[in-house]
């Protein structure tokens, strides 16, 4: 149970909590969203509910599909692959341009990143990974400073996460990621800019390669 704060923005804290459900797994693609439930759950009038929903369906988080009223945006396979078009495009270049102002804090930062995915991989609490993960990249996106590089890399990436728990809710990378997080900190630390954009984009690559190969694995689990 979620409880609202009076300190900020209802329809802020509304959007927050449902988008966490999504990306969680809780909501799942294609499920009707209940305008006067989550008004009833939260104990707060249907006005900011409103306006979160109209702001999940502005970020794709939703869609509008009448008459039925907002649902999960049901993403499918196609989605995922224009979105890691885009990051595998857009995230080596804010990289190359974060490395100069990352400093020795920041690196600091990513290590414990490294730190927590591990012990959380151990544990196969696989959705804090993914929080872990998603810190990591943004820590080094962050120093790019550039704003609306930041602002798209953030909507694509989050996207990135929507469509895997909507198409692969059972999936998981279990190895290979932590390896690669650890050699894109080790082309940081070596201040090479060439070397980063590789190992970030064979990265990303990776983890699209890893999607697609599970879908079809379901494809011919279906066919037999």
Not at 16 to 30: A, Q, T, Y
């Amino acid at each position: 149970m979620s409880y609202i704060q009076k300190s900020v923005p209802f329809h802020l804290q509304v959007y927050e909590i449902i988008k966490e459900k999504i990306l969680s797994g809780e909501l799942k693609g294609g499920e009707r969203i209940y305008e006067n439930k989550i008004s009833q759950e939260l104990g707060v009038s249907r006005s900011p509910v409103r306006e979160a929903l109209r702001m999940l369906e502005q970020d794709e988080f939703l869609v509008y599909n009448p008459p039925s009223g907002h649902i999960v945006n049901p993403m499918n396979f196609e989605d995922m692959e224009e979105i890691y078009q885009c990051r595998m495009a857009i995230e080596p270049f804010a990289a190359r341009l974060a490395l100069e102002s990352i400093r020795e804090e920041d690196i600091s930062a990513l290590e414990q990143c490294v730190k927590e995915a591990k012990e959380y991989h151990n544990k196969k609490q696989f959705h804090k990974v993914i929080e872990v993960n998603t810190r990591f990249h943004d820590l080094i996106v962050e120093k790019c400073r550039n704003s609306r590089l930041k602002a798209f890399i953030q909507k694509t990436r989050t996207l990135a996460i929507l469509s895997r728990v909507s198409e692969f809710q059972c999936y998981q990378r279990e190895d290979g990621y932590l390896a690669e997080h650890e050699g894109i900190l080790e082309a940081i630390n070596m201040r090479d800019k060439n070397e980063l954009e590789k190992r970030l984009r064979d990265h990303i690559m990776n983890d699209y390669l890893f999607y697609k190969e599970q879908l079809n694995k379901r494809k011919k689990e279906i066919i037999s």
